[in-house]
């Protein structure tokens, strides 16, 4: 079994973790599909890969964490690399592979294992397990694994374009297209965010509170000169 990720730094959406579970002997298959990092992949691309590693795949396993569901954990003291161990352990508990490969965070690793082992039942713990930083990159059932969590999280981003019957780009904070939307969204609801929106990203905080200050300057002075 290789996991991965995607959507984990994301303000917008879910975090998606996915599990892809292969017999050793189809993984030359995996192989010659080329398979690289999703991140390096075109989502066309993406598309195409998707297809082709579920017919080699034996079992595929998708777990989501919402954007409220994030802050929510955050708010309780779960951290992002937390959650993100708990989905992972989630997916072994359920189809108990014998191996299981895991691309780790690129900090915390040691302590990313530690809370990953404490959250597996008995049966998974049995499994024999290679955990790294760059394993997308380096295990083809891992970039599998990559790919399909990507394909899955672009179709909820998707999903909530059309919902918000807006184009905010990746749901990023490094892209201006999901700022300028997040923008709107505050300047619009004198700063409070929808659901899909994790409020608990400094990024949105300091968008929230900008708007938030604005809205008080306007009411108190309606106040002065009423």
């Known amino acids: 079994m290789g996991i991965d990720e995607a959507g984990r730094g994301a303000v917008i959406g879910p975090l998606v973790v996915c599990g892809v579970v292969i017999d050793e002997e ?8 080329n398979l690289k990092d999703s991140k390096e992949l075109t989502p066309k691309r993406r598309e195409e890969l998707a297809e082709k590693i579920e017919k080699i795949a034996d079992n595929i396993i998708v777990l989501q964490v919402s954007a409220c569901t994030i802050d929510s954990m955050r708010r309780s003291g779960i951290n992002l690399n937390q959650i993100e161990a708990i989905k992972m352990a989630d997916a072994i508990n359920m189809l108990l592979p014998e191996k299981v490969i895991i691309d780790l965070p690129g900090y915390n690793s040691n302590k990313f294992k530690d809370f990953l082992f404490s959250k597996l039942d008995e ?4 499994a024999e397990f290679i955990l790294e930083n760059y394993a997308d990159k380096n295990y083809p059932v891992v970039s599998a694994a990559s790919i399909i969590a990507k394909v899955e999280r672009d179709k909820k981003i998707d999903l909530l374009k059309k919902e918000f019957n807006y184009d905010f780009g990746v749901g990023y904070s490094h892209d201006e ?7 709107k969204l505050a300047r619009e609801n004198n700063g409070k965010m929808p659901k899909n929106i994790r409020t ?14 604005k809205g008080l300057r306007a009411f108190f002075n309606r106040i002065k000169f009423s």
């Open 200 to 213: 608990t990203w400094e990024t949105v905080q300091e968008i929230v509170k900008k708007h938030q200050q």
């Open 123 to 126: 049966d998974a713990k049995k």
């Open 177 to 183: 297209r999901t700022i300028a939307f997040l923008e």
């Open 26 to 33: 189809k993984e030359k298959e995996l192989k010659e599909l």
